[in-house]
């Protein structure tokens, strides 16, 4: 494996100097995007997408056609892992994912097995080689999971939920059975970003969508650890060259410090903190993801500019450790020009910044 073309997203992560702050999109390749939703009407559903090796290759580098991304993710979902344990994943419109066999019954929970990656999400595997073959070292690959913590939430609801209150009573009642459930989904996770490392995936990306629904002792114990057992067992460097790892807690604002202890090399931040203020909390300990507010993409060109150009203000007089995201996935509902004029604001001041500083 040699470094990409531009390896500028993976330099950042590294917290080694770049010539201006790379910038990728959480959902980049999605509902947004009228190419997508025509990949997507081919396929015939969401799920006959991602299991496509070709098509989830074909909607992954759709977003790369269109803008100036310094990194492609790879397209898939993160309740692929639940659904290869054998809990049923389907998709119903206007309610979103839900499960079968949800896990209600302590045989169930008592049952559950980590997947083997190579045999049950071979497509996925299958997808991550397809997609860096035909992104030919132009740009760094993204592998991805969901926490153990979050696939839970939809392992134990069945689906999303606005009160998580069958999780919720499971955790505070049976916290035996759900650190079962977060165990075994660790191990899963583990083992499936170690499948995508070893299919080509140059960085990895855990999303711990709902841990910010936890309170801060639970947190400590339900969330904080299992992220920290997945970041300390992943491959560190494949073919000569180091994979980094970045941890993106929604709503984890309160325990930066936390997080940046369990040795991932970067932090994904929402649009709830000031990214000044989170610098200042961790130090160079990691590097930083983030965290314009997607709804800022509603707006005029010139102001997305202007609200671009305020996050690489407040994050501060550097050149390192800084990849330029949302706070979260990018909208369905927002016109792709908008995308291009804050990709466009993100490369040009960050490169304005850096001759300031010098």
Same mark, same amino acid.
């Given at each position: ?10 330099r950042?992560?590294l917290?080694?100097?770049?010539e201006y702050?790379p910038?990728?999109l959480?959902r ?24 496509s090796?070709?098509? +989830?290759?074909? !909607? ?8 100036? @991304?310094? %990194? #492609? ?5 993160? /309740? ?5 344990m ?8 206007g309610?979103?994912?839900?499960f ?11 049952d ?5 990656p ?13 997609i ?18 979050t ?9 999303a ?6 999780i ?6 049976r ?5 079962r459930?977060?165990?075994?989904t660790?191990?899963a ?11 080509? +995936?140059?960085? !990895?990306?855990?999303f ?5 629904? @936890?309170? %801060? #002792?639970?947190?400590?114990?339900f969330? /904080? ?10 491959i560190r460097?494949r ?10 807690t ?6 930066l410090?936390s997080?940046?202890d369990i ?6 931040l929402d ?5 000044g203020?989170?610098?200042?909390r961790?130090g160079?300990?990691v ?18 500019a ?8 407040s ?7 800084h ?10 509902f927002?016109?792709?020009e ?11 001041h960050s490169r ?7």
């Amino acid at each position: 494996m040699t470094r990409p073309c531009n390896d500028t997203f993976l330099r950042a992560l590294l917290k080694e100097p770049t010539e201006y702050t790379p910038v990728w999109l959480m959902r980049q390749a999605g509902r947004y995007l009228p190419e997508y939703c025509e990949t997507r009407r081919r396929a015939g559903s969401f799920l006959q997408l991602c299991k496509s090796p070709a098509m +989830a290759c074909e !909607v992954t580098l759709q977003p790369l056609t269109r803008y100036n @991304l310094d %990194a #492609a993710i790879l397209f898939s979902d993160i /309740l692929t892992v639940p659904d290869a344990m054998g809990l049923g994943l389907y998709f119903t419109d206007g309610e979103g994912p839900r499960f079968e066999r949800p896990l209600r019954e302590e045989w169930a929970i008592r049952d559950l097995t980590a997947p083997d990656p190579w045999d049950h999400l071979r497509y996925v595997m299958d997808a991550v080689a397809e997609i860096r073959r035909a992104l030919n070292n132009t740009v760094p690959l993204i592998g991805f999971s969901g926490s153990p913590y979050t696939l839970a939430c939809y392992m134990v609801e069945g689906g999303a939920s606005s009160d998580y209150r069958r999780i919720k009573g499971m955790l505070y009642d049976r916290p035996d059975l759900l650190h079962r459930i977060l165990s075994v989904t660790a191990d899963a996770v583990s083992a499936y970003l170690n499948a995508q490392i070893e299919s080509g +995936a140059q960085a !990895v990306m855990i999303f711990d969508s709902w841990g910010g629904s @936890l309170s %801060a #002792a639970a947190y400590q114990e339900f969330s /904080l650890p299992y992220l920290r057992r997945i970041v300390g067992s992943l491959i560190r460097k494949r073919a000569g060259e180091y994979v980094p790892s970045i941890v993106f807690t929604k709503g984890g604002g309160l325990w930066l410090e936390s997080i940046a202890d369990i040795g991932c090399d970067a932090i994904g931040l929402d649009w709830m903190i000031d990214i000044g203020d989170a610098r200042r909390r961790v130090g160079q300990r990691v590097a930083l993801q983030g965290n314009l507010d997607p709804g800022v993409l509603f707006a005029s060109p010139d102001r997305i500019a202007a609200e671009a150009r305020s996050v690489l203000d407040s994050y501060g007089p550097y050149n390192t450790g800084h990849v330029f995201n949302l706070g979260h996935g990018i909208s369905q509902f927002t016109p792709p020009e908008n995308v291009a004029a804050l990709v466009d604001a993100v490369h040009t001041h960050s490169r304005l910044l850096r001759i300031k500083n010098e």
